[in-house]
């Protein structure tokens, strides 16, 4: 069984650019999530896509956007970079709402990004 | 809005001891569940055990056990006969039985857990 797998796992970009992170859900997820987690912090929910829509969101501006494809991996994209935007983005995918409500969240290692 | 707080930054075990990580949360809902997920170096994050807050009886997995408060708000995590694979950053988490189908969870700040040879 494959886990959850982001890419890439380093990148760095620099204030303005725009950056597109991908997941891929562990086999049989149909339910992913994204979390940012800066430096010494706990992780803040972005927002999480259920069979390719958005069904819930964090306080992120618009500029955090994301998708779901058919086969449920994700991607987030983030616009207009800005310095506070650097920080470790985890990937988390459940298998179903059941999943989500029991709080089975298997997460991936993460993207780390470095806005300079 | 919900807030967790762990205000213990590090903690430091002697392996095969008994330590105990605790966690703090302010709500005004009835009906949630905590979490404790464990994230080691590499990163990957990991549920470590659950409590539903309709339950009374402390859930337990294995040599992790927590001490649940409700009234309190308290919510700690037990790790008897400590390993060296126990080292790791630990999250207490809270999340709404409110939110219907969406996943938030609210992360305290994690603890670092090290573990002494």
């Known amino acids: 069984e494959t886990g959850v797998t982001q890419s890439p796992t380093h990148l760095i970009k620099t204030r303005g650019q725009q950056v597109t992170l991908r997941c891929s859900s562990q086999?049989?997820?149909?339910?992913v999530s994204w979390y940012q987690q800066a430096l010494g912090q706990g992780p803040q929910f972005i927002f999480q896509?259920?069979?390719?829509?958005?069904?819930g969101r964090g306080n992120f501006p618009p500029r955090f956007s994301g998708l779901q494809f058919p086969n449920y991996s994700s991607e987030l994209n983030v616009n207009a970079l800005e310095l506070d935007d650097s920080a470790l983005y985890l990937c988390?995918?459940?298998?179903?709402?059941?999943?989500?409500?029991?709080?089975?969240?298997?997460f991936g290692e993460g993207s780390r990004l470095t806005v300079l | 809005a919900q807030t967790v707080t762990q205000s213990q930054p590090e903690m430091s075990v002697q392996e095969a001891e008994t330590v105990t990580l605790s966690c703090t949360y302010d709500?005004?809902?009835?009906?949630?569940?905590l979490f404790w997920y464990k994230q080691p170096p590499s990163r990957q994050m990991i549920l470590v055990i659950r409590?539903?807050?309709?339950?009374?009886q402390n859930a337990t997995e294995n040599r992790f056990s927590v001490n649940f408060q409700k009234a309190a708000k308290s919510f700690s995590l037990k790790i008897s006969d400590s390993q060296l694979g126990d080292a790791a950053m630990y999250f207490c988490?809270?999340?709404?039985?409110?939110?219907?189908?969406?996943?938030?969870?609210?992360f305290g700040k994690g603890i670092t857990l090290s573990v002494r040879p």
């Open positions: 988390a995918s459940s298998l179903g709402l059941a999943g989500v409500r029991t709080g089975e969240l298997f």
């Open positions: 086999s049989g997820h149909n339910t």
């Open positions: 896509y259920y069979r390719e829509e958005e069904n």
């Open positions: 709500t005004s809902e009835s009906d949630y569940y």
């Open positions: 409590q539903e807050a309709y339950k009374q």
């Open positions: 988490a809270y999340r709404s039985e409110n939110t219907g189908a969406n996943s938030k969870l609210t």
